[in-house]
């Protein structure tokens, strides 16, 4: 509350209504740009490792984590021994990719999604541009001369669980001065909605999703943000409390939405949990804040205005089940796909549940040529 909102007319012509005139919602640019991600672009190293794996790198199954000095070898010991599959990772461009895939289907290809995050100058970089611009997405990097390109060990374990072990790297090195450029002004000034995963507070840190945040909120646009993991919820409250003004739309999973309470002190209950975060103040009154928490094969909650809505999600057959990695970031994916053409929460919760569905069915957050929603 209290900053003043200025209209669209003070961006014109950039935005129009779909009826032509310039407008201060719904607003659409004529280039069609809709979803701009920013976060950490990742390249995943995904192998199959045995147990013992977890335990001399010391991490947990199932664990979330960034990279320390005892896990330096980790990468070129899953290369040599574990014949690891590549894939176009990193929690935001995943999302974004999916939402682009969504929007395909529904007869908005090209140019309706793009992405901005730091790569270094090697192939891993430009195989990750590669993808994303195969899927539709638009990218905007920075360069980073001096680093390479950051990765994801994802080591999948014979319980079937995830642990992933990240590297930023260059993903690391993005800076505030990016997103003044005019490469990515322009996608900024043409986007209806910005998200960024949780994960982004840990590199571009709170200055960008400030300016990020600021940009949506004096505009009437949306300014999305996901907790993640845990680890963010636990020792990035500082970044996520200056971030959370500018927060229109929360995501997070059960572990995460129970590990923000906790760090809170509002305990673990999700319902709980998304209504205090709805609660928490906004830098533009324009509209309340929404939190959505997805609950793996349970029910996703929307909190807002009070109210706390249930969707059931249907069960997949275990035998069907390829891989969860990713599952979080499609849910995104879809949901942003249906806020960008101006539908509600039932249809957005909808599309979520559907892109997860698809993903969890493929190894990684990879799509099927063809998407059949509609
Ligand atoms: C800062 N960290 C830890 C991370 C990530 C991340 N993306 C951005 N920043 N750690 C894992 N990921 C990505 O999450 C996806 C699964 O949800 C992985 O690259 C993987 O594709």
């Not at 541009?129 to 001369?145: F, I, K, T």
Request: aromatic share 8%.
């Amino acid at each position: 509350k209290g900053a003043k909102t200025r209209t669209s007319r003070d961006v014109a012509p950039n935005f129009y209504m779909a009826d032509g005139s310039v407008g201060p919602d719904h607003l659409v640019h004529k280039d069609g740009v809709l979803l701009l991600g920013v976060g950490n672009p990742l390249l995943d190293i995904s192998c199959k490792v045995p147990m013992d794996v977890l335990e001399k790198y010391g991490v947990k199954s199932g664990d979330i984590i960034l990279a320390e000095d005892r896990h330096a070898t980790l990468y070129d010991e899953l290369v040599a021994q574990y014949a690891p599959e590549y894939i176009a990772g990193g929690a935001t461009q995943n999302s974004i990719r999916v939402c682009a895939w969504m929007l395909k289907a529904a007869g908005r290809a090209g140019g309706a999604c793009a992405f901005a995050g730091c790569v270094g100058d090697d192939a891993n970089g430009a195989k990750l541009a590669e993808c994303a611009r195969a899927g539709g997405v638009e990218v905007a990097y920075q360069v980073d001369a001096e680093a390479p390109t950051g990765v994801c060990g994802v080591l999948v374990d014979p319980t079937n669980e995830r642990t992933l072990v990240t590297r930023l790297d260059a993903a690391n090195n993005f800076t505030k001065d990016h997103l003044e450029t005019a490469a990515v002004q322009k996608l900024l000034v043409a986007s209806k909605v910005v998200y960024s995963a949780g994960f982004f507070l840990t590199s571009g840190g709170p200055d960008c999703t400030a300016l990020l945040g600021q940009h949506c909120a004096d505009f009437g646009k949306r300014f999305c943000l996901n907790i993640s993991a845990p680890f963010i919820a636990q020792f990035f409250g500082e970044a996520l409390d200056a971030t959370m003004p500018f927060v229109d739309i929360l995501f997070a999973n059960e572990t995460e939405a129970a590990a923000l309470g906790e760090a809170r002190g509002w305990g673990s209950d999700v319902a709980t949990v998304a209504l205090k975060c709805c609660d928490l103040p906004k830098a533009s009154g324009r509209r309340a804040r929404c939190v959505v928490f997805t609950q793996g094969a349970d029910s996703t909650i929307v909190a807002c205005e009070g109210a706390v809505t249930t969707y059931p999600v249907t069960p997949l057959a275990k035998e069907l089940l390829v891989d969860t990695n990713g599952a979080g970031d499609a849910f995104v994916g879809g949901f942003l796909s249906r806020l960008v053409l101006g539908e509600g929460w039932d249809a957005c919760v909808k599309a979520g549940h559907y892109a997860a569905r698809e993903i969890i069915q493929r190894p990684g957050c990879t799509v099927p040529d063809t998407c059949g929603y509609g």
